[in-house]
């Protein structure tokens, strides 16, 4: 059995694509019929729509589609993938549209070797992030500490899909994969809750004690 969490799909790319260029294709049709008197002036708004539009397709979009990672577990190991850099990103979309090929996996752990997961939360203070971050401002962490001593910290390992995420997590428990969860986040996150709000009463009941 092999789960993968956050896959790619071209449905949902099209459905960014839409919504991010149907507005940049809709201004251009208005100013297009807008006559400023001067010359040039038609030129110089495509040349502002091509460059707007390059940069849409080669940094906005593919940061949208990956904003989580995703990650793949079977019977023996789990994979994640980590992008170190947003050209990453636009490299591995398009060999994804045009080649189906996904991207590689650079984290290999094996089931076995994971001595735990330690799964805990911090304040994400970046204004913007409650748009951005699963619709809430705090940044869920897992920590897998191996037996080996070494740790592996990732923080973009939930999924909008939280079927194929909670599916995941049941299989590396079934496989042997303990977690330490001390404020209930997993059990949350597996039930649909609201994240933030639950986040928020263990905020309350930590300042309360």
Known sequence: MKVTVGKIKKRKVIKYCIGLLAPLFFYLFLLMNIDLGYDNYKECLLFIFITTLFIVMIFVLPSLIFLNSMWEVDQNSLKYIHFDHNLDKT???YSFLFRNKYP???INLRLSQIDFVQISYYRYSFYP???LVDGSGYKIVF??????????IIENFISHDRESFKQGIELMKKQGVRFVDPYHLLEALCSNKDINLHIALVEKEKNHD
């Open 91 to 93: 490299k591995y979309l």
């Open 104 to 106: 590689r996996y650079q």
């Open 129 to 131: 992030s409650k748009y």
């Open 143 to 152: 920590k897998f500490n191996m037996l080996d001593g070494s740790q592996y």
